[in-house]
C-alpha cells in the first residue's frame, strides 16, 4: 500500500522559508516520478515542481527548489523568499510506472500560510 506523508508546513511571513517533506512507502521510490502540487482557495491544483525535472511553474523559479534523498524515500520542496500569493495546500505525488502503465498516488496535503 502506498502511502504519502506530507509535513512541514505552516504560517510563515512574507520573505520567509519552509522546507516541506513528503515521505514515500510502499513503492520503489528511486524509481517513482516524484511531484508537489499547489492548490490555493478557488483556484485549479497547479504542479510546481516535479523530480526528475525541476520547478515547473515561472513565480517559483528561483525560489523553491525539490530535491530528493533515495536512502530516505523522501522528497523536499524548500521555499524560499515567500509571496503572500504562496499561500496553498501543498500535495505530494508519486507517479509509478509498471510494465507501462502509470499510477499516481497523492499526499493528504499541507497548508501553507504566507501573511503577516
Known amino acids: 500500500q502506498v502511502q504519502l506523508v506530507e509535513s512541514g508546513g505552516g504560517l510563515v511571513q512574507p520573505g520567509g522559508s519552509l522546507r516541506l517533506s513528503c515521505a514515500a512507502s510502499?513503492?520503489?521510490?528511486?524509481?517513482?516520478?516524484m511531484s508537489w502540487y499547489r492548490q490555493a482557495p478557488g483556484k485549479e491544483r497547479e504542479l510546481v515542481a516535479s523530480?526528475?525535472?525541476?520547478t515547473k511553474i515561472d513565480s517559483v523559479k528561483g525560489r523553491f527548489t525539490i530535491s530528493r534523498d533515495n536512502a530516505l524515500n523522501t522528497v523536499y520542496l524548500q521555499m524560499n523568499s515567500l509571496k503572500p500569493e504562496d499561500t496553498a495546500v501543498y500535495y505530494c505525488?508519486?507517479?509509478?510506472?509498471?510494465?507501462?502503465?502509470?499510477?499516481?498516488?497523492w499526499g493528504q496535503g499541507t497548508q501553507v500560510t504566507v501573511s503577516l
Open positions: 523530480s526528475p525535472g525541476g
Open positions: 505525488k508519486a507517479v509509478i510506472v509498471r510494465r507501462g502503465l502509470s499510477t499516481a498516488y
Open positions: 510502499g513503492l520503489t521510490f528511486s524509481t517513482s516520478i
